[in-house]
């Protein structure tokens, strides 16, 4: 991939009317497509399950907002909104969600294993903590290959569990690869608590190899993002790799089927983050109090962007699966 | 034509390849200074460099996973991977990520990575530094697996293999890499799924893999004594798998056994006689048969370790009996 | 609970112990590790000990005698009585001792009967499957000459004398006065010499037993790998094996693997058995030939035949006449003897037809035929040649005994054609017999 530098769409951190509404906008995107998919699923219309990224949108789009199309990111189980930050469009990512010819990956991947390899997105992964290796050799190659783009890799605290972080890690400090590892930690590891599965500090674990680590609220959309311009441009400069954890929460359950789960996290500590702690609800905030926009050209983005959602459904579920004799095509590279 | 240890073939044919295209580069443990254990690649840091000739951390699945993620963003990594024994701790990376990649995102990434290690037992080296596990990763689409059998066949198949846009495992015998066969100075490569016919004969072939190439050579200079003409046929890439040419041989000699040095159940022989048994029941004047590995953890003791692969003798053994159309088991 | 004494295992190249002497007697009070009896092996002779207290009882060997490693001959019984009480005794496949002999001709196991000529119910020539053995006329043991009459059969007529086929002695008589005894079976056995221990029981100890017995070739399980055999499996129940190779071209080339297994070829059939395969069928002519001689053939004539009245008396009462299978049933009757349990295809042709007829002498008369898919392979062939002027037949063996009738003056004419593996000459001349009489007598086939 030799594509030439696009335009930085990050900027460090100023106030930036357009930025900030875009970073809104994907927000809103992810939590409409999140909705939409959601809907599929209850009404039995999309084959197997997906996993839903609702309430952790300020994390994807934060750091996304710090990358260009060069940069890559490793995404995991719960990968659309990572999908969605990085600039996939609707029809793609819904006609894949159902299986469709035209999905990212004709059909082929489904939503654990969804890629835009046109922005950068090599891929959400069904394998806990199976992206990071992969995340790692990107950022490798790009040491090797004297290229300046830089890799996130995304995962979640249960993954702090996989032997291979460790692994991965230690040869990316050894190294010295631009690779930033982005920990959402949500509080949860499928239906166990973190505190249950992860000993002692997830930080102290990055810095154990000495790898410079962050902390931040993934609730905080401009906290995240300025953050990550901070690393990603020190990763350019060879000085990484970095470490962030963001503290987050995920609305739903693991997956869309783990509807009733009260059994391991209670509906008012779900409450209490919907209610108190929405990124979204808190840019919007943000954004009408400091004037950038009003709260109707917000309900008109919101309209738009659920008018887009509603079409794009539609058109997945209109749209051809991909051919019969397209099973066996694609296992060989040519 | 000179002659050459299997060892300086493939050191050349990786030399070659990463001066020929700087987006290939090696890892593994030990290969830059110590040029691994076995000494295969002596020299290349020397050439290449640090940057391209990397000595990793003891983490196979972590090095494995570099290659992986290196491979789909535009690089084209050969990996070493000391034993092929390893190869139960990388198979997630090489075989839910590397062999899936291109299929899972409907043909827009590609793994084209090297993986290369060895197999074989008799070395005294016991049960987890003696397995040959190529059947364990061709039974994984996606993948694909090359088996040379000498020095020739190691160049041509590895350079062949770097150049493949796909993951490719290499598989060298490691108790053949002082052993010299002739290999053309000029440059060559041979192409994956294609047989090679290596002794023609009439009344049975035997196909060989890797190791077992020189055993079935031997069996059939036995067999000859005795007025058996034996056709041995090696494979040297078992996927894909040249079936074409192995057909149209049992056909021809409407006898065939088929000699790999993996465990004797569930494995290359199975597969390989199971497609013969299929495609060319009507030529077939004996049951096709396997000869593999004990299905035995390879033993310490010399005096066990020897008794669990195919000899020569055991080979010829056996085709001496299907030949007299004797109704028989394989060893 | 009585302990065992047994001839112990002697060594490793040993199967019996000659028994030198005893040393307690039966009654005598044992003790453990009590030195019972000596045995001599080819070595030395040993003292055997008692493995159990109690008293020795039971004895079952002699000395002198020689016994097989592992068979009992004593026991050890609490008491010193013997524990030989009904349902007690010893299992003894065949006693070598004095004794045991005597005790042999009390009764034996079916395995036990003596060797020797098999004398069976005969076919009493009637549509009958039993005749009821009145009395023997001799006993066992007892010498006789050729002729002498051995024993009396009542049949639904008549009381019949059975006689000796040859001299010889009475080994065995296998049914007792006053038994039924189903057309076939073997009643009595002769030997040429003297018996030893001559058997006399009744038909329900030994148990039904068919002559047409066991003999037929042991064909061992499918056994695919043994070791390397010289002499590979032979096929069961019918099936061939040969490699696919060898049956694509036998079948391309016309060869029949049947005739290699009928050569006694050995099995597995490979490519390279298809050219001794080529040279049998080339001298096949040679065999056709040699099978013709073995033919048998037997004609009648019946100068009164009653079928015609028959059939328009069937014809009148029963309101239809169906000669193929009134046909078919005489000839099925006539073949039954023996086959009481196995079902008879009898085809006749007439007229240029084929008509096939299953059991037709056990359904009720006019039966009809069965359809061609459903039938097997028939038993008898019934030519009926009535119709056209042919006055004599000789076609040869063909796949099942063929029986022919033609017009001859007011009767008929019956011919007889099997190959000698079909028939044996006795039972080809029963069927053919029982075919003519009832032709000769309907009526009686009925009754």
Do not use: F
């Given at each position: 991939m030799t594509a030439a530098k696009t335009t930085s769409k990050a900027k460090a951190g100023k106030s930036n009317a357009d930025d900030y509404l875009r970073m809104y906008r994907q927000m809103v995107r992810i939590r409409t497509f999140e909705d939409n998919a959601n809907q599929l699923y209850l009404s039995a219309k999309m084959p197997g399950l997906t996993h839903m990224y609702s309430g952790e949108e300020a994390v994807a789009v934060g750091i996304c907002e710090a990358l260009t199309d060069d940069d890559r990111i490793t995404s995991t189980h719960r990968g659309h909104g990572h999908c969605v930050a990085k600039g996939a469009d609707f029809k793609q990512m819904f006609c894949e969600l159902l299986g469709k010819e035209e999905g990212y990956c004709r059909g082929k991947g489904g939503s654990m294993h969804i890629a835009d390899q046109s922005h950068g997105n090599l891929g959400a992964n069904a394998i806990v903590g199976g992206s990071m290796g992969i995340a790692t050799g990107s950022a490798l190659r790009a040491k090797l290959q004297g290229s300046d783009d830089v890799t996130v890799c995304f995962f979640g605290d249960g993954a702090t569990a996989q032997g291979l972080w460790y692994e991965v890690m230690n040869m990316a400090a050894l190294w010295k690869l631009p690779v930033i590892y982005a920990c959402e930690n949500n509080g949860y590891s499928e239906y166990t608590k973190t505190e249950e599965i992860a000993a002692g500090s997830i930080m102290a674990r990055a810095e154990a190899f000495g790898i410079e680590a962050h902390q931040v609220d993934g609730q905080d959309v401009l906290a995240v993002n300025e953050l990550t311009q901070k690393l990603v441009a020190r990763a350019r400069k060879g000085e990484g790799p970095f470490f962030m954890e963001l503290t987050t929460y995920r609305y739903h359950g693991h997956h869309v089927g783990d509807i009733n789960r009260d059994y391991y996290r209670s509906k008012d500590e779900e409450k209490e983050w919907k209610d108190n702690r929405d990124p979204i609800v808190r840019f919007r905030g943000y954004l009408v109090s400091e004037g950038i926009a009003t709260e109707e050209e917000i309900e008109a983005m919101n309209a738009e962007i659920e008018t887009d959602a509603t079409d794009a459904v539609a058109y997945a579920e209109k749209a051809p699966y991909p051919p019969a004799n397209e099973v066996d095509m694609h296992v060989y590279a040519d | 034509m000179r002659e050459i240890t299997l060892s300086q073939a493939v050191n050349e044919a990786i030399a070659e390849e990463m001066r020929r295209d700087p987006t290939v580069f090696l890892m593994g443990e030990d290969v830059a200074e110590a040029g691994t254990p076995f000494k295969v690649l002596s020299g290349l840091v020397e050439e290449f460099g640090t940057e391209r000739v990397i000595d990793t951390p003891i983490s196979e699945p972590g090095f494995v996973g570099l290659a992986v993620g290196a491979a789909m963003t535009g690089a084209r990594p050969v990996v070493d991977l000391m034993f092929g024994d390893f190869i139960y701790l990388v198979m997630d990376q090489l075989c839910n990520q590397a062999a899936k990649q291109h299929y899972m995102s409907g043909g827009k990434l590609q793994v084209p990575m090297v993986l290369r290690t060895n197999l074989g037992a008799t070395r005294r080296s016991a049960a987890q530094h003696s397995q040959s596990l190529q059947a364990i990763v061709a039974h994984i689409p996606g993948l694909k697996v090359a088996l040379p059998s000498s020095a020739y066949e190691a160049k041509g198949l590895m350079k062949t293999a770097i150049r493949d846009n796909n993951p490719v495992v290499i598989f060298e015998d490691k108790l053949m890499y002082q052993d010299k066969a002739p290999v053309p100075e000029d440059e060559y490569l041979i192409p994956f799924g294609e047989a090679a016919v290596l002794r023609e004969g009439r009344d049975i072939t035997l196909i060989g893999t890797s190791s077992m190439v020189q055993v079935a050579g031997k069996a059939a200079d036995i067999l000859a004594n005795e007025g058996i003409s034996a056709e041995v046929i090696d494979p040297r890439t078992i996927v894909p798998l040249d079936e074409a040419t192995l057909l149209g041989s049992v056909k021809k000699t409407s006898r065939a056994i088929v000699i790999d040095e993996g465990h004797q159940s569930y494995g290359v022989t199975a597969e390989i006689a199971s497609r013969l048994n299929e495609k060319a029941f009507y030529h077939l004047d004996a049951p096709v048969l396997r000869m593999g590995a004990m299905d035995v953890p390879v033993p310490f003791s010399p005096a066990l370790e020897d008794l669990t692969v195919p000899t020569p003798e055991k080979v010829a053994d056996a085709a001496r009996r299907l030949c007299a159309g004797e109704m028989i088991h394989a060893a | 609970m009585p302990h065992e004494v047994i001839m112990p295992a002697l060594g490793m190249a040993q199967d019996a112990g000659r028994l030198v002497a005893w040393l307690k007697k039966p009654g005598d009070p044992i003790a453990e590790g009590d030195a019972l009896f000596e045995v001599e092996t080819d070595k030395a002779t040993m003292e055997v000990e008692a493995q159990a207290p109690g008293f020795l009882t039971d004895v079952r060997a002699a000395e002198g005698d020689d016994v097989p490693v592992g068979r009992v001959i004593a026991r050890i019984s609490?008491?010193?009585?013997?524990?030989?009480?009904?349902?007690?005794?010893?299992?003894?496949?065949?006693?070598?001792?004095e004794t045991a002999k005597k005790a042999a001709a009390a009764s034996a196991p079916p395995d036990d009967l003596p060797e020797g000529r098999s004398v069976i119910l005969p076919a009493l020539g009637m549509a009958q499957d039993t005749g009821l053995l009145v009395a023997w006329h001799v006993s066992p043991g007892e010498e006789v000459a050729e002729g002498d009459v051995l024993f009396e059969v009542e049949t639904d007529k008549t009381t019949m004398e059975v006689s000796a086929e040859a001299a010889g002695f009475v080994a065995a008589i296998l049914a007792e006065d006053g038994e039924e005894v189903p057309v076939g079976e073997r009643v009595a056995i002769l030997t040429a010499e003297k018996p030893t221990a001559p058997v006399r029981q009744k038909r329900s100890a030994a148990g039904v037993e068919a002559p047409q017995s066991h003999e037929a070739p042991a064909a061992p399980k499918e056994t695919p790998a043994t070791e390397r055999a010289a002499t590979p499996p032979v096929a069961t129940g019918g099936r061939i094996l040969a490699s696919p190779k060898a049956r694509r071209l036998a079948l391309e080339e016309g060869l029949d693997l049947a005739r290699l297994v009928e050569a006694g070829h050995p099995q597995p059939f490979h490519v390279r058995d298809l050219e001794a395969l080529k040279t049998l069928q080339d001298a096949r002519p040679a065999t056709a030939a040699a099978a013709a001689q073995a033919t048998r053939r037997f004609n009648a004539d019946i100068h009164r035949e009653g079928f015609s009245e028959f059939l328009a008396w069937a014809a009148e009462s029963e309101g239809h006449a169906d000669a193929p299978a009134l046909l078919a049933a005489f000839a099925a009757a006539s073949f039954r003897s023996g086959r009481e349990h196995a079902p008879i295809c009898v085809i006749v042709e007439r007229f240029g037809e084929e008509s096939r007829h299953l059991d037709p002498d056990r359904?009720?008369?006019?039966?009809s035929a069965v359809p061609d898919e459903d039938a097997p392979a028939p038993d008898l062939i019934l030519r009926d040649l009535r119709h056209v002027s042919i006055s004599s037949v000789e076609l040869g063996a063909e796949d099942a005994p063929v029986l022919t009738i033609m017009k001859r003056g007011e009767g008929l004419a019956v011919t007889l054609e099997c190959g000698a593996g079909h028939l044996s000459a006795a039972a080809a001349l029963e069927l053919v017999s029982g075919f003519t009489g009832r032709l000769e007598e309907p009526l009686r086939h009925l009754l």
């Open positions: - | - | 609490e008491t010193a009585e013997t524990a030989e009480t009904a349902g007690a005794a010893l299992p003894e496949p065949s006693a070598p001792s359904a009720a008369t006019g039966r």
